[in-house]
């Protein structure tokens, strides 16, 4: 067999893909809550043709975000196949809880059975009649958040490991939730499909630039405002200084972020809007200031010859 060419890995109908990990997605915890904050460049695996988008995902009608990183067809998959895992366990508890309240005699209204008969056969109740068996008056089924916690590590797994077993660092994934009544967190799932509550942490191909950064100025008493910019001057210094050219922002454009608020509200954070042309200039001088003193060094690179 002839070694690829160029790069590319050829698969058997002579597809090429020049497969690539290519993001920044940093979340924290801060005063208020918890934040995710990811920069938005896209760049096309075969053309090379730069685009961007909003990383961080929310494809629940719960306050719960992630962003994936790691080899860009296997977050892309992540992207997918998550909400299909979400999708069909919800569906299992919607049967668990007709199944429930079939064997506990519990009524319903006539415009919820005839919605309930559309989404679910009868094979589906009969077959999950075990789920009545709770041995108090109402006991309903609900998605929580450790099930999802233990979905995602299980997706994960199943990504990164390949068709001889051995599981191999393609992906990795970070995630906000509320967690009410407790305060809302920051979880990080690497590729072995562990899962870890942290206190901040950057996954991506650029996250290896700004680690000392996180470690050094996070406070857990920071302000909304402090934390932004600490994520925004981490993720314009990775693009700025030209350490990975698939990190960036587009021209004018801040890095997408959501927050989970302590008081349960979550969202963008709306303090900065009118003010993204300021902060922009203040964040990217601060780092001109750093370039000019890391040029100043005494350094030199060593000759390739």
Same mark, same amino acid.
């Given at each position: 067999?002839?070694?690829?060419? =160029? ?9 090429? %893909? ?9 979340? !924290? ?24 988008? =909003?990383? %961080? ?11 994936? !990183? ?8 992540? =992207? ?21 309240? @079939?064997?506990?005699? +519990? ?9 309930? #008969? #559309?989404?679910?056969? /009868? $094979?589906? %109740?009969?077959?999950?009649?075990? !789920? ?21 590590? /299980? ?14 660092? +393609? +992906? ?8 009410q009544p407790q305060t809302p967190r920051l979880h990080h799932i690497g ?13 991506? &191909?650029?996250?290896?630039?700004i680690e000392n950064f996180l470690r050094t100025f996070w406070k857990e /008493?920071? &302000? ?16 700025? +200084? ?18 989970? !608020? ?7 954070? @709306?303090?900065?809007?009118? $003010? ?12 001109? $200031?750093? @370039?000019?003193? %890391? ?7 060593? /000759?390739?010859?």
């Amino acid at each position: 067999m002839k070694p690829p060419k =160029n790069g590319f890995k050829t698969f058997g109908r002579q597809c090429k %893909i020049r497969d690539t990990k290519m993001t920044l997605i940093i979340g !924290a915890r801060f005063k208020d809550g918890v934040i995710l904050v990811s920069d938005r460049k896209v760049t096309e695996e075969n053309s090379g043709r730069e685009t961007w988008e =909003n990383k %961080i995902k929310s494809p629940f009608s719960i306050p719960m975000f992630f962003g994936a !990183a790691g080899y860009s067809h296997k977050f892309k998959q992540f =992207n997918r196949q998550i909400i299909e895992t979400v999708e069909a366990r919800q569906r299992q508890i919607q049967i668990e809880n007709i199944a429930y309240e @079939k064997a506990k005699g +519990l009524g319903y209204s006539e415009k919820e059975k005839q919605v309930q #008969k #559309k989404q679910l056969s /009868n $094979k589906d %109740i009969e077959t999950h009649t075990d !789920a009545g068996k709770v041995n108090t008056n109402v006991q309903y089924y609900t998605y929580t958040n450790e099930m999802f916690i233990k979905d995602c590590g /299980n997706l994960v797994y199943e990504l990164c490991k390949g068709r001889d077993g051995i599981i191999r660092p +393609l +992906l990795d994934v970070l995630f906000i939730m509320s967690a009410q009544p407790q305060t809302p967190r920051l979880h990080h799932i690497g590729w072995d499909g562990e899962e870890a509550e942290m206190d901040f942490c950057a996954i991506g &191909s650029g996250a290896e630039y700004i680690e000392n950064f996180l470690r050094t100025f996070w406070k857990e /008493n920071m &302000s909304i405002e402090e934390i932004l910019k600490l994520c925004y001057f981490c993720i314009y210094y990775v693009q700025d +200084l030209d350490l990975d050219k698939g990190v960036g922002i587009e021209e004018g454009k801040l890095p997408n972020h959501v927050v989970i !608020a302590n008081n349960g509200e979550f969202g963008e954070y @709306k303090g900065i809007v009118g $003010k993204e042309i300021e902060t922009i200039r203040e964040v990217r001088t601060e780092i001109h $200031k750093f @370039k000019e003193v %890391i040029n100043s060094l005494p350094f030199k690179k060593a /000759n390739s010859g």
